[in-house]
């Protein structure tokens, strides 16, 4: 079992950048890949970005956040994060922190076994 912590979210204007954290706690964190979801009020939870269980093994973006947002992790402090630049309106969402124990990472919710409690985003006009 692995415990899943996001942080810093919050109000921001359109433009602005923000950096989300996801510390995790339990089982070896190498051994999970990792991954951002959002979900926004009335739609589905939607994929964000993906990292593999180490950062070599390659990242992937919903194609709505690729060249603004980056995924990285951090093994040695076992927290993944979400530098998010450029941000737009449509962002706003809650964001969740997910892992999975495989080398590789996934696009579907499903992929993933475990999940943090979510941090809001709210990107202002």
């Known amino acids: 079992q692995v415990q899943l912590v996001e942080s810093g979210g919050g109000l921001v204007q359109a433009g602005d950048s923000l950096r989300l954290s996801c510390a995790a706690a339990?089982?070896?964190?190498?051994?999970?890949?990792l991954g951002w979801f959002r979900q926004a009020p009335g739609k589905e939870r939607e994929f964000v970005a993906a990292?593999?269980?180490?950062?070599?093994?390659?990242?992937r973006y919903a194609d709505s956040v690729k060249g603004r947002f980056t995924i990285s992790r951090d093994n040695a402090k076992t927290t993944v994060y979400l530098q998010m630049n450029s941000l737009k309106p449509e962002d706003t969402g809650v964001y969740y922190c997910?892992?999975?124990?495989?080398?590789?990472?996934?696009?579907?919710?499903?992929?993933?076994?475990?999940w943090g409690q979510g941090t809001q985003v709210t990107v202002s006009s």
């Open positions: 997910a892992a999975r124990s495989a080398v590789q990472s996934g696009r579907l919710a499903s992929d993933y076994d475990h």
């Open positions: 339990g089982r070896t964190f190498s051994n999970y890949a």
């Open positions: 990292i593999a269980s180490y950062s070599s093994l390659g990242t």
